[in-house]
């Protein structure tokens, strides 16, 4: 019998997906066909040509670096009962014990992202099933709430009962609004009258709980700002001192009791820039630290609810063992939605994405990092390289690294070093956590530029994993089954423009910056296939401008009665058609294999042309305005609710829209197609030039973007958050015009 400590803790198996290949290179060769036709034929056309060969080598370029990034699909294994026989024993020392970790929760708005889902994510955390004198949970609130805390004061009383209760009865949905959501299932398999017992006195307590925070955030002065909440009193949200308050200590060390739980709101001061997400993580970094100093940090979005209360076992599998201390940074999980809304109607559950290209990228250098949902090394986090992994030797003066805080640099030692020593009570290091908390600490270090999260854009966390695959680190991918982490999706067409726009916005900032992939292939250690990878997502932005001008050929040609694919008595004829048929085709088989339906399918292919002359667009513009000083972009929380699947009411997934500017731009490709077809049925077109007129792929085209825009269609004549707001109809009939206009007085091009 095999020695359990000589087994693997994981995995790794290689999909080959042979078929997909063989389509992916048919599709690129009909993509260079159509480029080389462009070229031959180029002298007897004119400028819309050029404009359809630039876009063609603008798709051709993504479609090769798509399957550079489908290239090598890889999937993880791992094996917890593995890791349990070897790191928790009946007699433990302490080599073979399992590692401390500190919990990560952000919030920023408690309006935006209510306490009481928060409060859900926490309690989540709490439950784990890892020891709870190995855990400590660091809520953030870049709002400076006294709802929030609040909040977490009384789900801690809960978690003295909840915790012990999940644990007892082995539950899997840890989060009271999930698990109390269904009651038919819960008392499935012949549960004891003892557990229904203890059931339902949970299930009224909760209700308890969430009555006291919803009531609370309802009332304007929800309690007496006294005691524990006299620091809340006379502060801004943008202007108040470091507060950190220990909401519970584990002071008896009980494996099985309750973590630490620490509120913690970072000095933020009018003068002083706070650096979003970015800043309230390092502040995270810098308190806990001093606080517990675990060598494995798990953050997680407020929203982001526990699925697998095994998970910890699942990422300790991926990031213990000899080989892993010098390969793996960190453990990205994939993000997976509760509620969902069926057939994912605003194409931002990204199922397939995570399946093909997010499994593929990682058989190159590993996942993204993503915000949320990740476990990360600490001393990966300070700066350290796979070559440098025993401690600080070659490193700079650790106060010109981390700062003048003298206690915080022993700590930062210790983590580099691989020392880890709980310390015996969190109120010993208040002050010092206090100090590392105010705003102008990091004057004058490396945090947000060598250490920590990066500093620099809007999607601080792509940069921060950039920087670590940089210094020749890899990532891993664990889905376990059930998935890790759940969280809730945007709803309704504002919400999703938002995170795509943020999106996109701070990815060009990144490809536009000092840090573009590019030069850290040259300089450092990131693969050449890696920097494809990034390039891909940093690249969504600029992805709308020939989105855009493709979308606006056909009409321009049906408009001018010219043609800007081949004709039909042409051989190259059916190069377009082939593609468009082989294209969707694959597209579709990706949907099915993946368990999804062909609605949903259509729902992300209808996506794909609204997101780009859309939210991506604006993007671009948000980041020209930045890089010309006449705007700076601002980071923009999505909405979170507890449900997403009722949020519409009866109408659930339908789009919706506000006054937004970024519908524009696809309502006048709408209106500008609608004209389009108008004026061919109804034989408005100029006289043919030399014979060559447009043809019927030419209006195949403009049928088909008008059925991606078949919500904006429906947004023309419907009311409320349903419809278009009519400003935003008056501005996109006016761009409909000049460019009608334009089309009519101009000679074909």
């Known amino acids: 019998m095999a020695n359990p400590n000589s087994l693997p803790l994981h995995e790794r198996f290689e999909h080959k997906n042979t078929l997909h290949k063989v389509m992916e290179f048919i599709i690129l060769f009909l993509l260079l066909s159509l480029l080389v036709y462009r070229l031959l034929s180029f002298n007897n056309n004119g400028f819309t040509w050029l404009i359809a060969f630039l876009c063609e080598l603008s798709f051709t370029f993504n479609w090769i670096i798509t399957i550079n990034n489908k290239w090598n699909i890889v999937e993880y294994k791992t094996y917890p009962d593995r890791l349990l026989q070897r790191y928790v024993t009946p007699i433990m020392v302490a080599e073979h014990e399992l590692p401390p970790v500190d919990m990560f929760v952000t919030t920023a708005d408690p309006e935006l992202e209510p306490p ?118 006379d502060i801004e949200g943008n202007n108040h001192p470091t507060i950190i308050k220990v909401v519970w200590e584990n002071k ?34 810098r308190v806990s ?263 606006a050929l056909p009409a321009y040609s049906i408009i001018t009665n010219t043609h800007f694919l081949p004709k039909g008595q042409e051989p190259t004829y059916y190069i377009p058609i082939a593609l468009f048929v082989l294209y969707h085709v694959y597209t579709l088989s990706e949907y099915l294999q993946t368990g999804l339906s062909i609605r949903a399918w259509w729902n992300n292919q209808r996506m794909g042309r609204i997101i780009p002359m859309s939210a991506w667009l604006f993007g671009v513009v948000g980041v020209i305005l930045k890089l010309s000083g006449r705007s700076e972009t601002v980071f923009e929380v999505t909405r979170k609710d507890q449900s997403t699947s009722t949020d519409e009411g009866t109408e659930a997934g339908t789009f919706t829209f506000d006054k937004s500017p970024v519908f524009v731009p696809p309502t006048t490709i709408l209106l500008v197609h609608l004209t389009a077809l108008a004026t061919a049925l109804f034989g408005l077109q100029p006289p043919a030039h030399d014979g060559l007129r447009s043809g019927p792929l030419e209006v195949v085209c403009s049928v088909w973007l008008v059925l991606c825009l078949w919500p904006f269609l429906k947004g023309l004549f419907g009311a409320g958050k349903y419809g278009i707001p009519s400003s935003t109809i008056f501005k996109s009939a006016g761009f409909t015009l000049l460019f009608y206009t334009l089309c009519t007085n101009m000679c074909p091009l």
């Open 252 to 285: 008896v060390g009980a494996s099985n009791g309750l973590p630490h739980l620490v509120y913690i709101s970072r000095e933020k001061r009018p003068k002083h820039p706070h650096h979003s997400k970015a800043g309230a993580m390092n502040v995270l970094t």
């Open 289 to 551: 630290g001093l606080m517990t100093n675990a060598p494995f940090m798990l953050n997680v979005d407020c929203d982001m609810l526990v699925n697998n209360p095994n998970m910890m076992f699942h990422a300790m599998c991926m990031l213990l063992g000899s080989k892993n201390e010098t390969e793996n940074a960190f453990v990205q999980f994939p993000q997976t939605f509760y509620d969902g809304l069926k057939d994912d109607p605003f194409g931002n559950q990204m199922t397939v994405v995570w399946k093909y290209a997010g499994r593929g990228i990682s058989g190159i250098q590993g996942p993204f990092y993503l915000g949320t949902g990740c476990v990360h090394r600490r001393k990966v986090i300070y700066g350290l390289s796979p070559n440098d992994v025993k401690g600080t030797n070659g490193k700079p003066e650790l106060h010109k690294t981390f700062g003048n805080s003298q206690e915080f640099i022993k700590s930062a030692d210790d983590a580099l070093r691989g020392k880890t020593k709980y310390p015996d009570m969190l109120s010993k290091s208040m002050e010092a956590a206090h100090q590392v908390g105010d705003c102008g600490y990091e004057y004058d270090t490396n945090w947000g530029k060598k250490v920590g999260w990066m500093y620099g854009s809007r999607t601080e966390d792509i940069l921060t994993g950039l920087s670590i695959h940089k210094r020749g680190w890899r990532s891993i991918i664990c889905s376990p089954d059930p998935p890790a982490f759940q969280g809730c999706a945007p709803t309704g067409g504002p919400a999703s423009m938002t995170q795509q726009k943020r999106w996109a916005t701070g990815l060009l900032e990144i490809l536009l910056s000092k840090n573009c992939p590019i030069f850290h292939t040259i300089f450092a250690n990131l693969k050449f296939r890696m920097f494809l990878a990034y390039f891909w997502v940093f690249s969504w932005a600029l992805r709308s401008v020939p989105e855009l001008c493709y979308a």
């Open 116 to 233: 009481i889902i928060t409060i859900n994510t926490v309690l989540s955390l709490l439950a784990l099933d890892y020891p709870a004198d190995k855990l400590a949970c660091y809520v953030s609130d870049d709002g400076c709430s006294p709802l929030t805390f609040y909040s977490l004061v009384e789900a801690s009383k809960f978690a003295k009962l909840w915790v012990p209760f999940c644990k007892k009865y082995d539950v899997q949905v840890r989060a009271p609004f999930r698990y109390f959501s269904n009651n038919n299932t819960m008392f499935s398999g012949n549960k004891s009258n003892e557990f229904k017992r203890e059931w339902k006195t949970l299930k009224d307590e909760y209700e308890q709980l969430s009555r006291k925070v919803v009531d609370a955030v309802g009332t304007s002065i929800p309690f007496d700002l006294s005691g524990d909440f006299a620091v809340f009193s």
